[in-house]
T-cell receptor
Framework: GQQLNQSPQSMFIQEGEDVSMNCTSS?????WLWYKQDPGEGPVLLIA?????ELTSNGRLTAQFGITRKDSFLNISASIPSDVGIYFC??????????FGTGTSLTVIP | GAVVSQHPSWVICKSGTSVKIECRSL??????MFWYRQFPKQSLMLMAT?????????EQGVEKDKFLINHASLTLSTLTVTSAHPEDSSFYIC?????????????FGPGTRLTVT
C-alpha cells in the first residue's frame, strides 16, 4: 500500500536539543497521527490531529496538521534519553484507509 | 483507555507447524482490527484488515490461505500462520480501530516475535 514520505530517516542529537520531523503525502487526509515505537514493542499513539491547521501538544511534543492536508510535523523539545525510538506518522483517509510513514529513528546522546 | 493486548509475546516453532496469535481490545469494542508485519528497521507492512463477522481483506501479495484471520468477536481477532517456514519469521503487530467516540484511531498491540526454526 501507499507509504508516506517521512524525513529525516534518522537523527542523532544531543540531550536537551529540540527535534523536528515531518511527513508528506501526495494525497489528502482527514486525520494525521504520530506514533512512537520502542524496540520490540508495538507503536504507541502520541498525538492525533483532526483538523487542517490544528496544532496540538502533548507534554514536550507538538504536532501540526498541515493546511493542505498533505503534511504534518512533529516537534520534540528539550530531548531526553527516553525519547529514543522510531517515530511514525500515519494518515487516515475519508475512506478510513490508514497509511504509515517510513519512520524516523531518533538517537539521543546523553 | 484503548488498550490492545497480544498473545503470545514471542514464539519459537518448528518449520511446518502452525502458530496462532491473538489480538484483544481490552477496554473497547473494535469492529475492525488490522494485522501488520514488520521487518527489522522497517516500517509496518499491512497484511490484512479484519472485520468482525466477515472475511478479512488481504493486501496484495499476502497469501490468505497461509495467514488465516478470524475476527470472532468485537474484542478478539486471531492470526494463524499455517505451515510456518523460516521466511515467516518476523514481528507481527495487530491494531484495533477505536470506535467513533474515541476518534477512529488505531491502537496497537505490543507485538509478537515469531521465530521459525
Amino acid at each position: 500500500g501507499q507509504q508516506l514520505n517521512q524525513s529525516p530517516q534518522s537523527m542523532f542529537i544531543q540531550e536537551g536539543e529540540d527535534v523536528s520531523m515531518n511527513c508528506t503525502s501526495s494525497s489528502i487526509f482527514n486525520t494525521w497521527l504520530w506514533y512512537k515505537q520502542d524496540p520490540g514493542e508495538g507503536p504507541v499513539l502520541l498525538i492525533a490531529l483532526y483538523k487542517a491547521g490544528e496544532l496540538t501538544s502533548n507534554g514536550r511534543l507538538t504536532a501540526q496538521f498541515g493546511i493542505t492536508r498533505k503534511d504534518s510535523f512533529l516537534n520534540i523539545s528539550a530531548s531526553i534519553p527516553s525519547d529514543v525510538g522510531i517515530y511514525f506518522c500515519a494518515g487516515q483517509s475519508w475512506g478510513n484507509q490508514f497509511y504509515f510513514g517510513t519512520g524516523t529513528s531518533l538517537t539521543v546522546i546523553p | 483507555g484503548a488498550v490492545v493486548s497480544q498473545h503470545p509475546s514471542w514464539v519459537i516453532c518448528k518449520s511446518g507447524t502452525s502458530v496462532k496469535i491473538e489480538c484483544r481490545s481490552l477496554d473497547f469494542q473494535a469492529t475492525t482490527m488490522f494485522w501488520y508485519r514488520q521487518f527489522p528497521k522497517q516500517s509496518l507492512m499491512l497484511m490484512a484488515t479484519s472485520n468482525e463477522g466477515s472475511k478479512a481483506t488481504y493486501e496484495q501479495g499476502v497469501e490468505k490461505d497461509k495467514f488465516l484471520i478470524n475476527h470472532a468477536s468485537l474484542t478478539l481477532s486471531t492470526l494463524t500462520v499455517t505451515s510456518a517456514h523460516p521466511e515467516d519469521s518476523s514481528f507481527y503487530i495487530c491494531s484495533a480501530r477505536a470506535p467513533r467516540g474515541l476518534g477512529y484511531e488505531q491502537y496497537f498491540g505490543p507485538g509478537t516475535r515469531l521465530t521459525v526454526t
